[in-house]
Structure formats: structure tokens, C-alpha cells
């Protein structure tokens, strides 16, 4: 590949798509399918009390950090903020983000791209690289597959070998639960790390695995715990964080790594928290303790099918593995595959009923689905079985089948889909309340550990049990009773539980909070009875920035530091504002 005639004084700007997102349009936005984590595919059967987030693209951050060409990230622009950038500023090299579903918003912002801004290359990367015959499709002068920041290094004439600067990322925004949306106060949020790109187990249906090299391969941005361990005592001391959300698809799976930063941990007398991605396997690898101490309190893990032949799964009780990590405290986010080759409508039911009966604090449930690039994606292909007219826009697990079934049909595989997450809803109550509930038993099983990091991370979890979340609890016991009524029974149990480990302070809460919250619960659930839904803002972050009309700065005004939105003034403003103070 040739490097860009500029090289690293080339002004690139890298987008991501543009909204609005939870609408149906022409551009490939679905309701069903909002820029929210857990009310996309996880809680979004619990109406008012779906946890509602947003999640900044990590990806073309990632990239902004580890280049010193001036450099401007969109994050959610609209199609006029995308059109305003273009034309106010010039740009050598335009960089767009996207994944597979989205394929017809690039398209529109190539074209644009094109017309106004006629001098740039345009490069595509993410996921939607998988698409076969993307080129065809799209007028951009590169596609990259797979890992992007040593690629733009590379195109840059830059060392793609140098190692990475993690940017500080605080992980979610603009919360929301029960009406009410959550201060953004600075430590509040947990921070984003992204130790690896990738996962070696290589399911076949796993696109991150497959996009960064499939069975065996990953990209470490991180290879050691001291490494890491560096990373996230700067993120600590930036964003006043304990913790952690690790953006790595199996990070128990590394365990030498792992135990490394525990030990680093350890000696500085850290109390962090992580949540992460482990498969059963990889958490198998480590003791209950181990765990504890390491600060693991949620984790987001794969149950596939209890018939599935995944060797992640081999061996492992999914039932009793939930139930110790909820009796250690650790929250557990499970995720079944609807739609395997050994479902059928006998069958169906009972695996869903058995994936309910885990009791998982949250659940995501997804249709197998052959997406490009996936192994599962060739094999249906060579078989002949994928579906010609589905779309993109709606090929991503949480609608209908794109591929011939040989027992289910496509609109019964979504008639399946949505009861799984209202069973998993009715039998088990609001995510929140399972929550609680972990919570609980973490707390009376280590409030009084030697560790005292372990002592205090409990600590802090329960502060909230025992003020905010007990209001909720009292709301929900309530609302529940018109749901399940055993359920509401025992909501009632855990928050007398709660009121006799904290009597004067959770009473107190509940009694006075509760009340408002009660309001705030109903009428959330006016507004998404009406159709309100929500969409996340515009972020405009330039690094190594100079306006067009200056000389190229000299280096030691490179690395300045990103100015961006002040989360805590964030959380003031509207939605949809293009954000332009954050210019340098
Ligand atoms: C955070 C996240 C989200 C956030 C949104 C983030 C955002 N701002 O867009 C939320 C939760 C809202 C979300 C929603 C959805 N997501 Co999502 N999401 C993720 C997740 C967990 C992390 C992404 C990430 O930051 N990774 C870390 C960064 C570093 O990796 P990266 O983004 O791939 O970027 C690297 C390269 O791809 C490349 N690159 C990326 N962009 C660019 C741009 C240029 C110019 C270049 C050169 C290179 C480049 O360089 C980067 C560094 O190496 C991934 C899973 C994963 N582990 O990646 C799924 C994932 C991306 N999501 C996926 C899907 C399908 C969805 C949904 C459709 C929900 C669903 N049904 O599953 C919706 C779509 C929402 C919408 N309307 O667009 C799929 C994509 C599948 C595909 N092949 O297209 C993934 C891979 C999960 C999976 N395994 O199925 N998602
Ligand atoms: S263990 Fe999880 S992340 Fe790894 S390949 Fe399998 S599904 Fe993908």
C-alpha cells in the first residue's frame, strides 16, 4: 500500500455513522435496533426498567489516539453535521466507521464525501469490511479489514510497531433507568480498556473473531499485566475511575496476564473493578477468590445452548457456575443463541426455559445468524441456505432469521426470540432487581474479608444498594405484582433483607425516594407506550488540531490533549446539538 502523499500531515477526519438510529428510514436505521447496549439486545422486553446507554465508537477513538496527524472524530453526527464537516473544514483523508447493518448510510456518506469534499481519500473500516463485494457497493478508495490503528500508522508513513496510547474513555452515557436519567458526575462511569482486538476460540459464528484472524489469532494492544496495569492506574488518576469496563473478548481467557495485574494490583492496594467478557472456560481457569480479589464483578459470558457443541462450553455446569458467581458477588450477564441447527418448535421452549432457569442478573438473547465473514456465513453459503432478500440493515440477530432454518421458519424464529426476553423478564423480574440481589449476597459474604480492597469495593457497591437502588426495589415490588406476583414477593423479601442490614438508611430511602421514582417509572412508561425513543449526541473531538489556514504546527504543539465534552455539561445539554466547543 502506498502511504498518503501528506503522511502524517495529512487532516484526517474519521465519522461514524449518522443518525438518528431508533426510526425506521432509507438509510437502514431500525427502531428495533437503537445505539443502546442493553436495550438493543439485552433488557428490551423490561420497558421502564430496560437499562438505557450509550457507547462512544471506541474504534476510531482508539485510532485518533495513536496517530500524530491532526485528526477530528465525529461520534453520532447527523447527516448535516457530517455534511457542516466537510465543507467547514478540509480534510485529506476521510475515515468512516461502520459495521455490517449499516452498509447504506456509508454508502450516503462516500457519496458525500465525494461531492463535497472532492479531494480526499475516503477510507472505510470496521466490520462492515466483511461484506463481500463491499467495493461495488461503495465508492471508497481503501477498505480495511481488521485491526486499524497499525493500517492508518501505516498509510501515515508512521511506526505501526510503536506502542499504544490508550485514550481515557469513560464507558457508557447519558443513563437511564425507571424515568430517571443518571448524574454523569466525573468517576462515576466506569472507564472503557481495550487490552485486545479479537478471540482465538473462533466460534463459527463469531464475527469479532473471525474479522481479527479467526481460530488461534487476536491482536494484544496489551501483552502484560504491568502494561495494563500502567494503562489503567493513568486512566484511574485522568477520570477519577475504579472502575473498569475491559473491552476484550475473552480477557480471562489470558490468564498469566490476568494474575500479573492482580499481584501489580495488589502491591498499590487497588480497589478496582472490572467488568468483562469471559467465555466458561476461561473463567473455570480461576477460583472463586481469585476472581474476588481481582475485582471481577460482572461478566459477560456465553451460554450459547446447554446442546451446543462450543468447546468454551465443554464440561461446564452453566447452572451452578451462575449461581457460585452470584453467591461471590459477581454479576453475571448470560447469552443464549436462539436458533441453533438442533432447535426445532419441540424443542425451542425448553431451551429457552432452561437459559431462563440460570437466573442471570441479565440476559441477551440472539438468533443464529451467518454474517459475512463468519465460517458460519461460508458454510450456509456453500449449502445454499442463506436468504436472498434480506436485507443488511436487519442481518444482526435481533429480528428474523437470514438463513433457511431446517426446522424453525424465519417469522417464527423472531416469535421465539421476543419470548425468550419476556420470559426471561416475567420469571426472573427487572434486571435491576437481580442485581440487587448479587449485590446483596457479594456484600454479606465479604464485608468483612482481610483484603481490604475487596472490603471496600463491596463497600461502595452497597452504598448504593442501600440508598437509591432500595427505592427502586420498593417501585418494582410494586409494579411487579401486576407481572408475577411471586416475583414481586420476592423483590418485597430482598428489600426487607436490604432494610435489616441498613435500617435506618434504606427505610429512610425507600420511604422518601421511593414515592418519586414511582412517578418517574409510570411515566416512562406513558412515554414508551407513545413511541418515545432516544438517541445518543454529537461529539466533535479534534486532536493535533490546526485550522486550515496555519502552517503546520510545530511538534511540540502535536500532542496536545483531545479537549472533549465535559461528561458532567454533557449531561445538561439536548440531544441532538452539534457540539463546536470543543474546537481547539
Ligand atoms: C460497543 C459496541 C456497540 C455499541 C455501539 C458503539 C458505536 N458507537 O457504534 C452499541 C452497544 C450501541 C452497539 C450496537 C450494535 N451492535 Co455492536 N458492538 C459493540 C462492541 C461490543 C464493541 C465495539 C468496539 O469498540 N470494539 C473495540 C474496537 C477497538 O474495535 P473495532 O470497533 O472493531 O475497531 C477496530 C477495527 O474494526 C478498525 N476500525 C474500526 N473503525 C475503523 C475506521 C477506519 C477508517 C479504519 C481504517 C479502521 C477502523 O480499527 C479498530 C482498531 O483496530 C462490538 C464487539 C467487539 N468486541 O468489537 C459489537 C459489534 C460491533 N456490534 C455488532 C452489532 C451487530 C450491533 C447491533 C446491530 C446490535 C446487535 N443486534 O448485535 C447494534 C447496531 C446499532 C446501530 N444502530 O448501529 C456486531 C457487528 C457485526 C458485524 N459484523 O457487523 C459486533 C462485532 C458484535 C458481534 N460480535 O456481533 N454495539
Ligand atoms: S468465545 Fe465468545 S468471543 Fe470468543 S470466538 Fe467464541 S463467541 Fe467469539
Known amino acids: 500500500?502506498?502511504?498518503?502523499?501528506?503522511?502524517?500531515?495529512?487532516?484526517?477526519?474519521?465519522?461514524?455513522?449518522?443518525?438518528?438510529?431508533?426510526?425506521?428510514?432509507?438509510?437502514?436505521?431500525?427502531?428495533?435496533?437503537?445505539?443502546?447496549?442493553?436495550?438493543?439486545?439485552?433488557?428490551?422486553?423490561?420497558?421502564?426498567?430496560?437499562?438505557?446507554?450509550?457507547?462512544?465508537?471506541w474504534g476510531i477513538m482508539l485510532i485518533q489516539a495513536n496517530i500524530s496527524a491532526p485528526c477530528t472524530v465525529l461520534d453520532f453526527p447527523t447527516r448535516e453535521a457530517f455534511a457542516r464537516e466537510l465543507k467547514t473544514n478540509h480534510?485529506?483523508?476521510?475515515?468512516?466507521?461502520?459495521?455490517?447493518?449499516?452498509?447504506?448510510?456509508?454508502?450516503?456518506?462516500?457519496?458525500?464525501?465525494?461531492?463535497?469534499?472532492?479531494?480526499?481519500?475516503?477510507?472505510?473500516?470496521?466490520?462492515?469490511?466483511?461484506?463481500p463485494g463491499l467495493d461495488t457497493v461503495i465508492d471508497a478508495d481503501h477498505i480495511v479489514r481488521g485491526e486499524g490503528i497499525s493500517w492508518m500508522r501505516r498509510y501515515l508513513g508512521e511506526d505501526e510497531h510503536a506502542p499504544i496510547r490508550h485514550p481515557a474513555i469513560v464507558s457508557g452515557l447519558r443513563t437511564r433507568i425507571m424515568g430517571v436519567r443518571l448524574p454523569q458526575r466525573k468517576g462515576g462511569?466506569?472507564?472503557?480498556?481495550?487490552?485486545?482486538?479479537?478471540?482465538?476460540?473462533?466460534?463459527?459464528?463469531?464475527?469479532?473473531?473471525?474479522?481479527?484472524?479467526?481460530?488461534?489469532?487476536?491482536?494484544?494492544?496489551?501483552?502484560?499485566?504491568?502494561?495494563?496495569?500502567?494503562?489503567?492506574s493513568r486512566i484511574e488518576s485522568e477520570l477519577k475511575v475504579n472502575s473498569f469496563f475491559v473491552m476484550d473478548e475473552n480477557f480471562l481467557l489470558h490468564r498469566a496476564r490476568a494474575m500479573r495485574l492482580l499481584e501489580l494490583m495488589k502491591q498499590a492496594g487497588k480497589s478496582w473493578e472490572f467488568s468483562v467478557f469471559a467465555s466458561a472456560n476461561a473463567i473455570r481457569k480461576y477460583t472463586m477468590l481469585e476472581l474476588v480479589e481481582l475485582g471481577i464483578s460482572w461478566v459477560w459470558m456465553g451460554l450459547e445452548s446447554p446442546r451446543s457443541g462450543y468447546s468454551k462450553l465443554k464440561g461446564a455446569d452453566i447452572g451452578q457456575l451462575t449461581r457460585e458467581l452470584r453467591e461471590h458477588g459477581i454479576r453475571v450477564q448470560g447469552s443464549t443463541i436462539i436458533g441453533l441447527e438442533h432447535h426445532t418448535p419441540d424443542n425451542i421452549a425448553e431451551e429457552i426455559e432452561s437459559a431462563v432457569g440460570y437466573q442471570t442478573d441479565f440476559h441477551q438473547f440472539m438468533l443464529y445468524t451467518p454474517v459475512p465473514g463468519t465460517p458460519l456465513y461460508q458454510e450456509m453459503a456453500a449449502q445454499g441456505r442463506l436468504l436472498k432478500d434480506v436485507d443488511l440493515a436487519d442481518?444482526?440477530?435481533?429480528?428474523?432469521?437470514?438463513?433457511?432454518?431446517?426446522?424453525?421458519?424465519?417469522?417464527?424464529?423472531?416469535?421465539?426470540?421476543?419470548?425468550?426476553?419476556?420470559?426471561?423478564?416475567?420469571?426472573?423480574?427487572?434486571?435491576?432487581?437481580?442485581m440487587c440481589q448479587t449485590m446483596l449476597q457479594g456484600w454479606q459474604r465479604y464485608k468483612d474479608y482481610p483484603d481490604p480492597r475487596v472490603r471496600e469495593r463491596f463497600k461502595r457497591q452497597v452504598k448504593k444498594l442501600s440508598r437509591a437502588y432500595n427505592a427502586a426495589l420498593w417501585v418494582m415490588e410494586r409494579e411487579f405484582k401486576k407481572v408475577n406476583r411471586s416475583v414481586s414477593e420476592q423483590i418485597h423479601k430482598l428489600r426487607r433483607d436490604v432494610e435489616k442490614e441498613f435500617p435506618v438508611v434504606a427505610r429512610l430511602t425507600a420511604v422518601s425516594l421511593g414515592p418519586i421514582m414511582l412517578w418517574t417509572t409510570r411515566r416512562e412508561e406513558n412515554r414508551l407506550s407513545s413511541?418515545?425513543?432516544?438517541?445518543?449526541?454529537?461529539?466533535?473531538?479534534?486532536?493535533?488540531?490546526?485550522?486550515?489556514?496555519?502552517?503546520?504546527?510545530?511538534r511540540d504543539r502535536l500532542w496536545h490533549r483531545p479537549s472533549r465534552v465535559d461528561p458532567a455539561k454533557e449531561s445538561l445539554e439536548s440531544m441532538s446539538v452539534f457540539r463546536t466547543n470543543t474546537s481547539m
Not at 3 to 29: C, M, W
Not at 112 to 123: D, K, N, T, Y
Not at 397 to 407: C, I, P, R, Y
Open 1 to 57: 500500500m502506498d502511504t498518503h502523499p501528506k503522511g502524517n500531515r495529512a487532516r484526517i477526519l474519521l465519522s461514524s455513522v449518522f443518525g438518528p438510529y431508533a426510526q425506521d428510514d432509507e438509510f437502514g436505521s431500525r427502531s428495533i435496533n437503537p445505539m443502546e447496549l442493553y436495550h438493543n439486545q439485552v433488557t428490551r422486553a423490561q420497558g421502564s426498567f430496560s437499562l438505557r446507554m450509550f457507547h462512544r465508537s
Open 91 to 131: 480534510y485529506d483523508i476521510v475515515g468512516i466507521s461502520s459495521i455490517i447493518v449499516n452498509v447504506r448510510k456509508v454508502r450516503e456518506m462516500c457519496r458525500m464525501a465525494r461531492e463535497l469534499s472532492p479531494g480526499s481519500v475516503i477510507v472505510v473500516g470496521g466490520h462492515i469490511a466483511a461484506i
Open 189 to 232: 462511569t466506569a472507564a472503557t480498556i481495550i487490552p485486545s482486538v479479537g478471540c482465538p476460540m473462533g466460534c463459527n459464528f463469531c464475527t469479532t473473531s473471525a474479522f481479527f484472524g479467526g481460530k488461534g489469532k487476536f491482536v494484544n494492544f496489551y501483552e502484560t499485566g504491568d502494561e495494563l496495569f500502567d494503562v489503567m
Open 395 to 434: 442481518t444482526h440477530g435481533q429480528f428474523k432469521f437470514n438463513f433457511l432454518h431446517s426446522a424453525i421458519s424465519r417469522e417464527d424464529s423472531k416469535r421465539f426470540l421476543d419470548w425468550a426476553f419476556r420470559r426471561d423478564f416475567e420469571r426472573n423480574g427487572p434486571s435491576l432487581y437481580r
Open 531 to 554: 413511541g418515545r425513543t432516544y438517541e445518543p449526541p454529537t461529539f466533535v473531538e479534534r486532536r493535533n488540531w490546526i485550522s486550515a489556514s496555519e502552517p503546520f504546527p510545530a
